[in-house]
């Protein structure tokens, strides 16, 4: 019989560009790169040349938080990476 697995919700995936990152790679690379907190990520689309993306986190003040979620989300995902390195999303901001 065949499998279905759900990847995602309508709705529920943060898209700027089409890279389409799912709840699932957000949580891995918020888990990789800030440890286990509460978040809300938002699409942030107040800079014309690049959209991207504002990750609101329950910590500390970590002056390298955003460069190591950038990071992890560029690993997790290639389309994003791929958008990142041709300045199609602006780098992620915690």
């Known amino acids: 019989a065949p499998v279905v697995r759900f990847?995602?919700?309508?709705?529920?995936?943060?898209?700027?560009?089409?890279?389409?990152?799912?709840?699932?790679v957000l949580q891995g690379a918020v888990d990789v790169a800030l440890g286990n907190v509460d978040f809300a990520a938002y699409e942030c689309h107040d800079d014309a040349a690049a959209p991207g993306y504002d990750v609101v986190a329950a910590m500390d003040w970590d002056p390298d938080a955003s460069e190591r979620l950038d990071d992890a989300l560029?690993?997790?995902?290639?389309?994003?990476d791929n958008w990142r390195t041709k300045g199609g999303i602006a780098p992620t901001r915690v």
Do not use: M, T
């Open 74 to 80: 560029r690993k997790a995902s290639p389309i994003f």
């Open 7 to 24: 990847r995602y919700r309508a709705g529920q995936v943060l898209n700027v560009r089409g890279e389409k990152l799912s709840e699932e």
